[in-house]
């Protein structure tokens, strides 16, 4: 073990390959995992690869919402927005990593923890992973850039089919104002929580290692995803959902 705190562990896995690993009830990311993440992130950089994973009863339930619950009952709105912008900015570290990221969800991979693994290089996902954006069933929308994500992944697949956006942006709608969430690991391509690229695994039990080596083949080709300074909008495209 390299690192400790109460909500997260950063774990050396050999050949150059650290994991940031989640623990606590329902492993939910609260301000442990948000405070680790760049010291994860820095400690791979001199090394070759990161995987996010656990080793608990779920992957994650989401973002720790007792604090924010909490700062929204008291009004404290500058500390609101430090909470969401301290989350913002850990799902661009990963997306933006100097080292390639692999993402291993499975069990319930809810609100955070499905955008942990959207802005992961990769993920290696375990058959058996319930995952969705569900924060509109606690009155809030996805801050983590979840809803940022889908739009950005439905404008590229319209873009590289020469299509409508309309249809991939109306289905990004439903994944969130429905609070959908996947039955098995399969459906979330077909609901662009997964991509073209991403893999999916029987044996739970051999998940980190698998995602191991997943990391270390993804080493000779990586380069850091630079930042989307622009895309373009459905405008007139845009249909009624």
């Not at 950063?10 to 329902?26: Q, R, S, T």
């Not at 992961?120 to 809030?140: D, K, N, Q, R």
Request: aromatic share 6%; proline share 5%; glycine share 10%.
């Amino acid at each position: 073990m390299v690192a400790n705190k109460p909500g997260c562990s950063l774990l050396d896995l050999g050949d150059g390959v650290f994991a940031l690993e989640f623990h606590g009830k329902m492993n939910t990311i609260g301000a442990d995992v948000l405070q680790m993440l760049p010291q994860a992130l820095n400690r791979a950089r001199g090394r070759v690869a990161l995987v996010v994973g656990s080793q608990g009863a779920q992957f994650s339930a989401g973002a720790d919402l007792m604090m924010l619950a909490f700062a929204m009952q008291m009004k404290q709105f500058a500390e609101i927005e430090r909470m969401v912008r301290a989350f913002q900015d850990a799902t661009l570290a990963l997306k933006s990593a100097q080292v390639p990221v692999v993402a291993a969800p499975y069990g319930l991979t809810l609100g955070g923890g499905c955008e942990f693994t959207m802005h992961a290089t990769a993920a290696l996902a375990h058959a058996e992973t319930y995952m969705g954006l569900v924060e509109i069933g606690a009155g809030l929308l996805p801050a983590g850039g979840g809803t940022k994500e889908l739009a950005l992944r439905a404008v590229q697949t319209a873009t590289a089919a020469d299509a409508d956006v309309g249809p991939f942006i109306a289905r990004a709608f439903r994944t969130i104002g429905l609070a959908r969430v996947s039955t098995c690991a399969d459906e979330l391509f077909d609901m662009g929580l997964l991509r073209e690229g991403d893999r999916v695994c029987m044996d739970l039990d051999g998940q980190l290692g698998a995602a191991k080596a997943f990391a270390l083949a993804l080493v000779p080709t990586h380069r850091p995803t630079p930042p989307v300074a622009a895309f373009a909008a459905p405008g007139a495209a845009w249909r009624r959902v």
